[in-house]
């Protein structure tokens, strides 16, 4: 075998971010047999894919994937080595605090399940948690924020549901929260990103395309731009703010999909980027390390086990054109300044944005001085904001957050 170089792969590497945005790279398969339908949580930079149907059963099988290796390795099977019973497809599952979580979905013993599941890594083992609250059902969206698990939607055996529930994992308790604000449906996209979530797509006897934003300070939703491709059903989505995406699925003429969507939080508008290079699909799993997002397996009249990782526009860009910003004091309440690392800040402006993503920055005034930014909050409310700064050609950029006392 012939021996590269570390200045060759070197070279390659700044080849790859320096010309190659907006594209998808094929990594490795999935272990164990072609499966959909399967759940996925992420603990210390790792993805998590578990569960899931095949063409002969339900599973109850985990493995984790490394990007740094680029390796699947198996785990241990939902519920332990002794607890045969617990496969399902179709369930729900988030991240706290360097842990697992998995419930809900549909066995081979029941069609629809209630019980929920904590993994350890740490000490490799499972352990059942109180079990959710809401009635057993399968296909609904879950995530995580600010160290709470949030479940909804999905069908139950009487039908379709928009209520929602958060699980407290110090407490072991689930509390009801408002339902989701668009109608009863399954097979939606449901995802986390930088302290909201957003929900979008799915089936509640039709089709949709319709796109929200979940603020959990507030348990309110608030109705985004709607997602511009063809409205489907098991679809997959993930978020790296400033952006989210929504991928592949299946749509009303029985189509599966391999299209990709890229939303902006601050503009609130989507635009299509690369298709996915793999073959179309639903009831994929995907997720983000690092920025990148991975996608896999899935069904498209035969179960998939292949792998890929999307690189896209705004991550190459801050590989080769975001700058450092520190806003300071933060907490703040009349006046903050903004530190910039870049030689020349005179043509650079700032926006700010709520929490909902409300442009504000009609409230704020501010001036340079050097390389720093004194901004003037005193005419905004208390809460949490993002801040954008760019120059007018955008090859410069940076983002932040600031809390108003």
């Known amino acids: ?108 013993s029941s069609a629809y399940l209630n019980d929920l599941w904590e993994f350890n890594p740490e000490t490799q083992s499972w352990t059942q948690k109180a079990d959710f609250i809401g009635t057993a059902r399968k296909q609904a969206v879950s995530f995580s924020i600010n160290n709470f698990g949030y479940v909804g939607t999905g069908q139950d055996a009487t039908g379709l549901k928009k209520d929602f529930y958060k699980y407290d994992p110090l407490l072991n308790v689930w509390t009801q929260l408002s339902d989701f604000a668009g109608t009863a449906r399954r097979q939606a996209v449901g995802f986390s990103m930088d302290g909201n979530a957003f929900v979008g797509t799915g089936d509640d006897g039709v089709l949709q395309n319709d796109f929200w934003m979940y603020v959990g300070l507030t348990d309110t939703w608030i109705q985004k731009a709607n997602f511009p491709g063809t409205p489907r059903a098991g679809a997959t989505g993930w978020g790296t703010f400033p952006t989210a995406y929504i991928a592949t699925g299946e749509d009303v003429n029985f189509e599966f999909k391999k299209d990709v969507w890229e939303y902006n939080y601050f503009l609130n508008s989507w635009v299509q980027v690369a ?55 933060n907490p703040a309440k009349e006046l903050v300044y903004v530190q910039m690392d870049l030689e020349n800040i005179s043509d650079l402006t700032l926006q700010l944005f709520s929490i ?48 108003i006392l």
């Open 1 to 108: 075998m012939k021996k590269i170089s570390l200045s060759v792969i070197f070279l390659f590497g700044i080849f790859l971010f320096s010309f190659g945005q907006n594209f998808w790279i094929q990594k490795d398969s999935v272990n164990g047999s072609g499966k959909g339908s399967c759940s996925n949580f992420i603990l210390f930079n790792e993805g998590y894919i578990l569960g899931g149907l095949d063409d002969f059963s339900f599973k109850r099988k985990m493995y984790s994937y490394s990007p740094f290796q680029n390796d699947w390795d198996s785990e241990l099977s939902i519920g332990g080595l002794n607890n045969d019973g617990l496969e399902r497809a179709s369930a729900s599952s988030f991240s706290i605090n360097n842990k697992g979580y998995l419930c809900l979905g549909q066995g081979s």
């Open 275 to 329: 298709d996915l290079m793999g073959p179309a699909r639903k009831n994929a799993v995907s997720f983000a390390i690092d920025g990148i997002g991975y996608l896999g397996t899935g069904y498209n009249g035969v179960f998939l086990d292949d792998f890929y990782a999307y690189y896209g526009i705004v991550g190459t860009e801050e590989i080769e054109n975001n700058f450092t910003s520190t806003i300071f004091p």
């Open 356 to 403: 909902t993503g409300t442009n504000v920055t009609s409230a704020i005034t501010y001036v340079i001085k050097e390389k720093t930014m004194e901004v003037n909050i005193s005419n905004l409310q208390s809460g949490n904001y993002y801040y954008e700064l760019k120059n007018q050609k955008s090859t410069h950029k940076s983002t932040g957050k600031l809390m």
